[in-house]
């Protein structure tokens, strides 16, 4: 062990840690200011795990994200106030530490910390080196205690991530440098290059610089996956301004709702909505200055934008540009527009976005995220699936007013990827030529969908050899259909993840060519998370015990927009933790699977029962395709609840027939308790805008 009190000037402080990396486990270094700590961070970029403790918390606090986690190239930093509790922490760490080699030799480490903790004024950066060849065994020693799953990680993966980038308006800048003649994103056969894409996304900046908005404003994005979309995202984050995603299916009410509740400047939206609902509400939306409308074709080929009103195919509503001096086109805006005047980059911990979510809470909130949440959850996901720069194609079903497509969008560029935009993502006939046409190596859908297109005869012809990996998200993906998908797809290749926009939303992902059926997979890198017993006291449950998830990482929200009491934060260990509202299990490779909402779960009797496992258990019978388990109320025992089952059949089964068997093969395969009372059966369950089935609206 050997401790170095460093001066504040930088060369000697970058001679005396090269100078010791070997064999050093600790420095003292002084320093008294943010400027200071800011370059002694960059200095110390190649280090592994380090810890810094600090009496000048002000100062560091200007400097380190909130949640006090910085994530560097080759490591994670965190961030403790030097107070008593960190003292007596540290001075536990003066006892032998014994640690075993790869080699089972044995070397004792004596950390006698305390008498730099009673310096003033320093920083304490606690780290494992390369000590005597063995680093990567003490970190991994010291890790697996906090993140067991670590040790089932591939051996290209590690829990670090390095984000190079403080904005999402600058990370979008240097990709479209990087990669300016490749296609960024091509729709219904029209190329976008990055060079352009660049163009008309920094020309809807200029055009918001003529606007006169003040720092911070909320722009409001209510459009499909279409062009326009991705100019108004990235043009807003040019200048540095929020935004704000808004489903282009939302009634007049919902619409009203969320747009008082946001208070934005600038609304994008386009012709059918603001036909149907827009016109009607804007003169009760006074924060509202300019309100930019396009028509969903507008950056369309000509020759589709000419037969597709030939032939009708779309509606095209007349719009009154005179009814109010806020509404103007969108397209000829960007047309006589200029190139800002001036880029802004904000701070790393500034909003970016503010996601609606009507998940955990109930009703809908938006959930603050950050340039730093968003990007630090793109380079974990990153890290995990490691796409080949340059050369990806992808394709999407994801809406981008939906984080996961938000954040999918916003990806893309990081790898300088191609998009394949998918407009509609229920014309399954549509999306199947758009997959047979581009041959994409990353596809990612619902499983509501991919059930739909493991069906389709078209789509079971196609050649996926060029496939790399398939991403199912928003629901867990039903164990008795992936046979039949993974023998059109290919053998490994569907991956699941869990997240929720809280989290940015990704949480979770199955490692490639690790998956493991019936799991979400790993948590991702510089992620943890626990399992909570579901009887309230606050114990850790054991492995493959099913409990309240709760999550921690850098990629987690801010806070919710106008809320300041958030019961979805909870205290555990000390932390602050994301109640996730799920109920999961880990198993003792660190896989989770998630068996639940808790607001899903129903109780029959006493009995907690799961309804994704009725659900399961009712798709593994060959009649039926989709299937929900809802509660309804036990007219005999007020305390509990009944089950009411809704399934969708198979095509070329009828109802007499599947009936009887499928209350036989319940009956055979559930205990009593758990057997439904109610069978419906329906042609088509309600999805909600991310095609997930709508629980709410099978309840009401």
Partial sequence: MAFFTVKKNKKWIIKALYRHTRRTVAWVVSGRNATTAR???????HLKDCTFYTDDWDAFTKVLPRDRHIIGKKHTISIEQDNSNTRHHLGRMTRRTKIVSRSEEMIYLSMTLWHALNTPEIFLITMSLEINGISPVLSRVLMYRRKPWLKFYPDSVSDNVDVPFDSIGEAFTESCRRFSDKTAMNFLGKKFSYKKYQELAGKFAGTLDTIGLEDGSIIAIQLPNIPQYLFALFGSFLKGYKIS????????????????????????????????????????????????????LDFAPSHIRFFARLLKKIPVPEIDFSQDVRIFDFKKSIQDSKQPEKII??????????????????????????????????????????????????????????TAGLTGAINTPM??????????????????????????????CVPVLFQKLAATPAFQKLNFS?????????????????????KIIGQGKLLEGYGMTEASPGITCAP??????GTVG???????????????????????????????????????????????????????????????????????????????????????????????????????????AIAIPDEKYESSERIKLLVVLNPGFSREESEPQIWKHLQKKLSEYKVPSVLEILTELPLTPLNKVDKKVLRS
């Fill in 39 to 45: 370059k002694l961070y960059h200095k110390l970029s």
């Fill in 245 to 296: 995603g808004i489903s282009p299916l939302a009634t007049e009410d919902e619409l009203k709702r969320q747009l008082n509740y946001l208070q934005p400047a600038v609304l994008i939206t386009f012709d059918q909505a603001f036909d149907k609902a827009v016109k009607y509400i804007l003169p009760d939306l006074p924060t509202i200055i300019r309100v930019f409308i396009t028509r969903p």
């Fill in 345 to 402: 980059i904000p701070d790393r911990d500034d909003i970016a976005a503010i996601q609606f979510t009507g998940g955990t809470t109930g009703s809908p909130k938006g959930a603050l995220l950050s340039h730093y949440n968003i990007l630090v959850n793109i380079y974990q996901g990153k890290s995990f699936l490691q796409p080949e720069y340059g050369t990806e194609t992808g394709v999407s079903v994801f809406p981008f007013f939906h």
């Fill in 415 to 444: 790898i300088g990827g191609c998009w394949i935009l998918i407009p509609n993502p229920r014309d399954i006939k549509f999306l199947v030529s758009m997959i047979k046409k581009h041959r994409p190596s990353l596809l990612f």
């Fill in 466 to 486: 060029r496939l790399k990996y398939a991403l199912s998200g928003a629901a867990p993906y039903p164990a008795a259909y992936l046979p039949k998908l993974e």
């Fill in 512 to 517: 490639p060519g690790r998956p493991k059926s």
């Fill in 522 to 628: 790993l948590p991702l890198p510089a992620t943890e998370i626990r399992i909570l017993k579901l009887d309230e006291s606050n114990l850790v449950a054991k492995s493959d015990e099913p409990g309240l998830l709760i999550v921690r990482g850098p990629q987690v929200m801010q806070g919710y927009l106008k809320e300041e009491n958030l019961e979805i934060f909870t205290d555990f260990e000390g932390k602050k933790w994301l109640n996730t509202g799920d109920i999961a299990s880990v198993d003792s490779e660190g896989y989770i699977t998630i068996h639940d909402r808790v607001k899903d779960m129903i109780i029959v009797k006493g009995y907690n029962v799961f309804s994704l496992e009725l659900e399961e258990c009712a798709m593994e019978h060959e009649t039926v395709m989709h299937a929900a």
